[in-house]
């Protein structure tokens, strides 16, 4: 082989390795809780503290109109998020831990955007209104009209808002295409009038897009193919009304779509919608998403009588609903009835499974055998809806009136810092290098050493 060729060789591997770096999905922060909803990204380079009244490690801080409690995303320089605006809805929240189960009274026209935004500066890129109307749907008081926190491949975003549609735009803010369900009813279960709106996110994986849509009414898991829209299939539920957003496992060469639920948390073939297994029980409101790692696939919920946390096997099949009293089965690896989080997503980072409560009480379990290792209170907040994201040896953990708390992690509780936000937080938090975004009640915040 000539110099020239070797070189002209040698350019097109660095250009090939250059972008494979900058587009591997390992490295982005595509969706609800990042890669898989893992929560985790290391070699983030994060400032261990920051100042937002200061001016201290903050990049920028870009007012956002409306309200929304959507989690941002992250695909190389950009970041996306959603909001609902109205000109009489204030975008009024009531966080902390009450028993009001009636949602806000209002009739309003509203706008569903979804906002593009430059990841080093946060200037506004593009923003695109995917609806404009009265909401379908009324929410909680500590509840947003835009839920849902987009996902993306890099190539396009999907946008979901509920009974307002589902909407996927590429890069550049172009509309593809777009999809009406109706009126998904997201309420308690017990009363219809208490409607607390949509709340789960869709999921990108090769070039498909499944959404969960556990209502009062025709719930239904589906997918959908990426670039056209097309419905490749759709498996009714039975199921209460819920608000955990869907993941991805593997069963050997075998790619599941794994949903949490309450009377049918269960596993589905990602190519034709199959049931693959199913169980009951739990939490009778279902909110947390469940995680991937060590074959195991982790689950919680809290509300009623039950509690429970538990490691589901990967290649769990049929019925395996517990009997009385049992703790694992053929399906199940590990079984606790109670401490699962009403919120909060969980968080396997290295050997250990994190779980933190509405209360703010983080439990550390052995995520192979479900040992408690350790619980401590996070901080000294009264609440928390945000669920703890991890990177370099830290874990984040915010409480609702935007106080962050850094904990080391391992099977050692310490706390490490306390940061402020000073402004209500209800949304989780997404890593990018050398970033970490913050959606409070009014901005996104980007933290950030750089």
Request: charged share 20%; proline share 4%.
């Amino acid at each position: 082989m000539s110099r020239i060729n070797l070189s002209l060789l040698l350019v097109v591997l660095i250009l090939h390795n250059i972008s494979f770096a900058q587009t591997n999905a390992h490295c982005q922060w595509p969706m609800y809780r990042g890669f898989y909803a893992s929560g985790v990204l290391d070699d983030a380079n994060l400032p261990e503290s920051w100042n937002v009244e200061e001016d201290i490690n903050i990049a920028w801080k870009t007012p956002m109109p409306g309200l929304g409690h959507s989690c941002p995303i992250v695909w190389n320089e950009k970041v996306f998020v959603t909001t609902a605006v109205s000109d009489e809805d204030k975008g009024e929240v009531k966080a902390g831990v009450y028993g009001s189960i009636q949602p806000v009274p209002d009739s309003s026209m509203h706008r569903w955007i979804l906002y593009c935004i430059d990841k080093n500066t946060g200037k506004i890129k593009w923003e695109q209104t995917a609806y404009e109307g009265i909401p379908k749907q009324k929410r909680h008081p500590m509840s947003s009209h835009a839920n849902c926190t987009p996902a993306t491949n890099g190539k396009y975003v999907v946008a979901f808002f509920g009974s307002e549609g589902l909407y996927c735009y590429d890069m550049n803010g172009n509309l593809q295409w777009s999809k009406d369900f109706g009126v998904l009813i997201s309420n308690f279960f017990l009363v219809e009038d208490a409607e607390w709106e949509f709340a789960s996110s869709p999921l990108i994986h090769e070039n498909v897009v499944i959404i969960q849509a556990d209502v009062y009414k025709n719930s239904f898991l589906a997918a959908y193919d990426l670039a056209t829209g097309k419905e490749l299939w759709k498996q009714e539920r039975d199921e209460y009304p819920g608000w955990c957003t869907p993941n991805i496992y593997k069963d050997g060469d075998k790619t599941r779509v794994v949903v949490n639920g309450y009377k049918h948390r269960g596993g589905y073939d990602f190519f034709t919608g199959e049931e693959i297994w199913r169980m009951s029980g739990g939490g009778d409101i279902q909110v947390p998403t469940p995680i991937v790692a060590n074959n195991l696939v982790y689950f919680n919920s809290a509300h009623g009588k039950f509690s429970p946390v538990m490691a589901v096997k990967t290649d769990a099949t049929g019925d395996i609903t517990l009997e009385e009293k049992e703790t694992s089965n053929k399906g199940i690896q590990w079984y606790h009835p109670r401490g699962g989080s009403y919120m909060g997503t969980m968080l396997v980072y290295g050997d250990y499974l994190y779980n933190a409560a509405w209360n703010g009480k983080l439990t550390c379990y052995n995520a192979l055998t479900g040992e408690v290792i350790y619980s401590e209170k996070a901080g000294k907040g009264n609440s928390y809806t945000a669920s703890p994201v991890a990177a370099d040896g830290v874990i984040y953990i915010g409480d609702n009136d935007g106080n962050i708390y850094s904990i080391q992690a391992g099977p050692k509780y310490k706390l490490l810092q306390t940061n402020k936000l000073g402004e209500t937080l209800m949304s989780t938090p997404a890593i990018a290098e050398d970033y970490l975004f913050f959606k409070t009640i009014g901005h996104l915040v980007a933290v950030s050493g750089k």
